[in-house]
């Protein structure tokens, strides 16, 4: 059901509610948008995520039997696929879109993973102090007003020693060259799928156009935060975590997957086949190994789309 006018002109005035509505809306939808899956594609990338910040010889013996707490979990992407790959026994996804929590919690349980899940707000948890063993979340941060609030949180409900992992967070200069891009493409694509020989096969109705232009308004009230690296982790320590550390993830595969994503919501749903997702899919991935295995080397961790945050709690 699309965003009625009402709602978008409430939501565009308070960020808890723009993500509940935008979130809501998505939830069932979010995983084709965003070609997510629970298959060994995406449980390689989650853990891919979690090593580079997390390195295997920081990971102990006990994180395959760890209580996983899982903040803006949307439909459960990142905590499903670690489980997955062998990190945690138990977990829990949060959101405070409760249409995020319930795909979430079936796709757990669809997956036979030993999950629950609760409608709450990444500020004011609803765990006991010290009762948690590894707190994670992908593209959560920039949604939250009060980072110094979650880093508190999350802090006090790990127990001693305690790990959390944070990853998907748009950079500052990242974000800027992402955001080019997709209007940019956005631009193009409507456009030249209007043009008669395109028309019939890849132009999506007006009407669509329009409410897809709708809902990503609210992007630029739900997408609050960019991070600089330093400055990101320095928020981290003083709510109380040691150990703090930042990776950055994906230059030329940010600057190649943005304009993709775009161009595929600009156009008719199965227009582009299974061909272009295989071309899509594969670009990507060369491109993730020449930033992580060669432009890490050379280029400032800042100019990178995403940082990853690991800490502890003491």
């Given at each position: 059901?699309?965003?009625?006018?009402?709602?978008?002109?409430?939501?565009?005035?308070?960020?808890?509610?723009?993500?509940?509505?935008?979130?809501?809306?998505?939830?069932?939808?979010?995983?084709?948008?965003?070609?997510?899956?629970?298959?060994?594609?995406?449980?390689?990338?989650?853990?891919?995520?979690?090593?580079?910040?997390?390195?295997?010889?920081?990971?102990?013996?006990?994180?395959?039997?760890?209580?996983?707490?899982?903040?803006?979990?949307?439909?459960?992407?990142?905590?499903?696929?670690?489980?997955?790959?062998?990190?945690?026994?138990?977990?829990?996804?949060?959101?405070?879109?409760?249409?995020?929590?319930?795909?979430?919690?079936?796709?757990?349980?669809?997956?036979?993973?030993?999950?629950?899940?609760?409608?709450?707000?990444?500020?004011?948890?609803?765990?006991?102090?010290?009762?948690?063993?590894?707190?994670?979340?992908?593209?959560?941060?920039?949604?939250?007003?009060?980072?110094?609030?979650?880093?508190?949180?999350?802090?006090?409900?790990?127990?001693?020693?305690?790990?959390?992992?944070?990853?998907?967070?748009?950079?500052?200069?990242?974000?800027?060259?992402?955001?080019?891009?997709?209007?940019?493409?956005?631009?193009?694509?409507?456009?030249?799928?209007?043009?008669?020989?395109?028309?019939?096969?890849w132009s999506r109705p007006e009407h669509e156009l329009a409410a897809s232009s709708r809902e990503q308004a609210l992007e630029s009230v739900v997408d609050i935060h960019t991070?600089?690296?330093?400055?990101?982790?320095?928020?981290?320590?003083?709510?109380?975590a040691v150990d703090v550390s930042t990776v950055t993830q994906e230059l030329m595969a940010s600057w190649f997957g943005w304009p993709v994503r775009t161009f595929e919501s600009?156009?008719?749903?199965?227009?582009?086949?299974?061909?272009?997702?295989?071309?899509?899919?594969g670009t990507w991935k060369k491109l993730e190994f020449l930033d992580r295995n060669v432009m890490s080397k050379v280029v400032p961790d800042e100019y990178f789309y995403n940082?990853?945050?690991?800490?502890?709690?003491?």
């Open positions: 059901m699309a965003i009625t006018q009402e709602e978008f002109e409430l939501a565009k005035k308070d960020p808890k509610r723009a993500n509940i509505v935008y979130h809501d809306w998505e939830s069932e939808t979010y995983d084709d948008k965003w070609s997510i899956s629970y298959d060994q594609r995406c449980v390689d990338y989650a853990r891919n995520c979690f090593d580079q910040v997390v390195p295997k010889k920081f990971q102990g013996p006990d994180l395959a039997e760890a209580m996983v707490v899982e903040l803006g979990s949307g439909t459960g992407f990142f905590l499903l696929n670690l489980m997955q790959s062998g990190i945690g026994s138990t977990g829990i996804v949060t959101d405070l879109s409760a249409g995020m929590v319930s795909v979430a919690s079936r796709n757990g349980l669809g997956l036979k993973l030993n999950i629950s899940g609760a409608v709450a707000d990444a500020e004011n948890l609803p765990f006991s102090s010290g009762s948690v063993d590894l707190v994670i979340g992908h593209a959560v941060l920039h949604h939250v007003p009060d980072l110094d609030a979650v880093f508190a949180e999350v802090i006090r409900i790990l127990r001693p020693g305690g790990r959390f992992v944070f990853c998907g967070e748009p950079t500052e200069k990242g974000d800027v060259v992402a955001r080019a891009l997709s209007r940019l493409t956005w631009w193009v694509s409507t456009r030249l799928t209007k043009l008669p020989p395109l028309v019939e096969k991070f600089d690296p330093d400055r990101l982790a320095r928020i981290a320590l003083r709510n109380g600009s156009v008719k749903p199965g227009a582009l086949g299974w061909g272009w997702a295989s071309f899509a899919f940082v990853c945050i690991t800490g502890t709690a003491p």
